[in-house]
């Protein structure tokens, strides 16, 4: 089922009127560029995945079946038992100090995807996709900066058998597609041929055509790594090479840039590595920005154990997790706050680790993704990437966001999403809140965060339940609200379970129907009414929104459910 861009609230009889009118015969053909210029202008782009459609078929493909009736209230399909153990949500209005910006959402790209024509809105539905998670943040850089990009506004062809030239046209297309998406951006220059000189001119000219949107440059991809075989197209510097060798070639490309462009955002060193963010810290560059690290999840790729850091999906949402998050992002986070200056995770994603294209299509990764973003947030990262790439859904990059569908050698014009971008889109409502005080009793692998925004009048709660639905059907929850809130509407993200690969499905933002599945115990005094109209006493229906102020529902596991809760 395609994406299908409407208004949620209040819209729900032109999202109909739409869909007849876009998709005759509900076989989801391609909406030209045109038709959806007209139906954007003016209209907030949300993602409207209809409940119970799986996003893709067993094979990756999209499904072709007729549209189901437009929902109006919030149901989960899939939470017919709910033997998990009960938890208890507490949700204060109480802020701790960190806040949730449009750039905690991103998505890194390869600096090879910038001489892609698909960059372009006319080209393809990129932007589409992009605006269901906001305004991300956007960067371009990756392996293939140093190894296979090559820059010129001379029509010079490349000096080092590098494989794609990069020209002030393709950052023209890439500012068409930053006005449309509201995305700022940060773009790597590559440094694996020494030559601060294109350095500078590509620095000067994404400069003067993004504008505002750059936000950062930075002047190689993983330094550390430059004597390392087994990256694309193999090392590129000599095993003497070391962070005072860096610091040297650094400092000379901005030195080159600032003569240029003297207020050049400059932001790295772009790597893992604690003692390299400390070199680029104490280096004498000039209009230093952030410090920009990269970490991937799952990174011990000859490992099997669970709980672990090997790449199996399980540790992806194993408590341990957490545990290396906090770890590994703290090592960068106390550079940044000694050079005073914010933490950007420029690159990250569930897994480094090759061929891990099972782990990175389980709705494991949708939890994941959803989690560690927050999670992240709170540990102070000011801007994350996932990364991604431009390329075949079979075939290419394991851990991207999106991908093609075309056959092997094909391309299209419509990017499909993988389910770690559907845990991400869950995470939109939460843009421009700070994070509260909110705490989670029981409920096994769970665990949920709250924004507060809107001068105090909108609470933002996520849940991830990360019990496997397929052993525990889902959870009974009670969440208690401060007082005067009360839930306005819920959307979910789901699977059959942790495993299901390929098959995440999304329920989309609706209000709470009066009664709501309950399996836990008490209902605070509330009745709720059955099916029949009449009053059911059933454990199984009583839940609902209580004479206490307290949610009491059944949350199918393997899924992120969010709840917008307003001021009365």
Request: proline share 6%.
């Amino acid at each position: 089922m395609r994406t299908f861009w409407v208004v949620w609230v209040g819209w729900a009889v032109l999202g109909l009127w739409l869909w007849k009118l876009l998709y005759p015969g509900g076989q989801g053909k391609v909406i030209s560029v045109n038709i959806r210029r007209s139906i954007q202008g003016g209209v907030l782009a949300l993602a409207l995945v209809l409940s119970g459609c799986s996003w893709f078929d067993p094979d990756g493909s999209s499904p072709t079946s007729d549209p189901s009736p437009t929902p109006t209230e919030f149901e989960q399909s899939n939470v017919d038992d709910a033997s998990g153990d009960a938890a208890d949500v507490t949700v204060t209005a109480d802020k701790t100090g960190r806040g949730f910006a449009a750039d905690n959402i991103g998505v890194s790209f390869e600096a090879t995807d910038l001489a892609d024509p698909r960059l372009d809105p006319d080209n393809s539905n990129l932007d589409e996709q992009l605006k269901a998670l906001g305004s991300p943040a956007l960067r371009f850089a990756g392996n293939a900066l140093d190894r296979r990009t090559f820059w010129t506004s001379k029509g010079e062809k490349p000096k080092h058998g590098e494989q794609t030239t990069i020209t002030p046209d393709d950052l023209k297309r890439l500012k068409k597609l930053v006005d449309i998406t509201g995305s700022t951006v940060t773009l790597g220059v590559p440094l694996g041929t020494y030559d601060p000189e294109r350095g500078a001119d590509m620095a000067a000219h994404a400069i003067d055509i993004l504008g505002d949107s750059l936000i950062g440059l930075g002047i190689g991809n993983e330094p550390n790594g430059y004597t390392v075989d087994d990256v694309p197209g193999g090392a590129v510097r000599g095993d003497d090479w070391n962070e005072d060798k860096y610091v040297k070639q650094l400092e000379a490309y901005a030195k080159a840039i600032h003569a240029k462009r003297p207020d050049a955002p400059i932001i790295g060193p772009d790597v893992y590595d604690g003692a390299w963010m400390t070199a680029f810290a104490d280096s004498d560059v000039k209009k230093k920005t952030a410090i920009a690290q990269h970490w991937y999840q799952l990174y011990e790729c000859d490992s099997s154990s669970v709980p672990g850091r090997g790449p199996q999906a399980a540790n992806l949402i194993a408590p341990l997790a957490k545990e290396a998050a906090k770890k590994n992002l703290g090592i960068g986070k106390s550079k940044a706050d000694a050079a005073g200056l914010p933490l950007w995770l420029e690159e990250t994603g569930p897994t480094s680790c090759p061929g891990t294209n099972d782990t990175s299509l389980t709705n494991a990764s949708a939890l994941w993704a959803a989690d560690y973003t927050l999670y992240a947030a709170t540990l102070g990262v000011e801007r994350m990437a996932m990364h991604s790439m431009l390329g075949a859904c079979k075939g290419g990059a394991p851990m991207s966001l999106i991908c093609d569908p075309a056959d092997r050698g094909d391309r299209s014009n419509e990017f499909q999403v993988r389910p770690n971008m559907l845990g991400l889109r869950l995470l939109v409502p939460s843009v421009g809140g700070q994070f509260t005080r909110t705490a989670v009793d029981g409920g096994g692998n769970m665990s949920a965060y709250t924004v507060v925004k809107n001068d105090g009048r909108t609470l933002v709660t996520t849940v991830i339940n990360a019990n496997d639905a397929a052993k525990v059907g889902g959870n009974p929850v009670t969440v208690s609200m401060p007082a005067g809130f009360s839930v306005s509407s819920a959307s979910q993200v789901f699977g059959e379970s942790n495993d299901v690969k390929s098959a995440t499905q999304v329920v989309p933002a609706n209000p709470l129907p009066a009664s709501v599945p309950f399996s836990g115990d008490g209902a605070g005094g509330s009745s709720s009414a059955s099916p029949s109209g009449g009053t059911s006493s059933s454990p199984a229906s009583s839940g609902g929104v209580g004479d206490d102020g307290k949610l009491r529902i059944d949350l199918a596991g393997s899924s992120v459910t969010v709840f917008v809760m307003s001021k009365g």
